[in-house]
């Protein structure tokens, strides 16, 4: 994994967009990346039209998908690239099997995988963004483990 550039507030609320396209997007019938939640950006200029401050607000708009798909369409993006991406320390720590195929939250509905879309690209830009916003291991730890607690817990 690359190291990541000392980053600007500008640069900071810029990298947080894919993280939450890959916790709040998954698949539907209609497109590959069809967002499932809504966001909220605030921003706060000085006079001469620098940013001094702001804050996201997130809101998830389709809670009932973690535990149910439709035919042909998958969860959410990051549970797929996090078995897709995460090593075997990683793995073990989580309590992760092979692939998504050993979920029922993740298989159910007959689509695991999509031709278009890179599990492994999307896991290594989230955990590049992560570093950038100078999240600690342990934070990153309880987010996946908050993240994934309904999917490990119920493996097929």
Known sequence: M???KPVTLLS???SSSPI???FGNAKTVYN???SRFGKFIQLHFSQSGNIQGGCIIDYLLEKNRVVRQNPGERNY???YA????ADKNHRELYFLSEGPESYHYLSQSGCVNDR???DLKLYDSVMVRLTALYL???YLVALYIVALYAVALYAV
Do not use: C, R, T, Y
Not at 82 to 85: C, I, N, T
């Open 2 to 4: 690359k190291q990541p």
């Open 12 to 14: 900071l609320s810029f």
């Open 20 to 22: 939450m396209e890959a």
């Open 32 to 34: 590959n990346n069809s």
């Open 77 to 79: 993006h990051i549970f």
């Open 82 to 85: 996090l078995l897709a991406g």
């Open 116 to 118: 278009s879309l890179d």
């Open 136 to 138: 600690v291991a342990l």
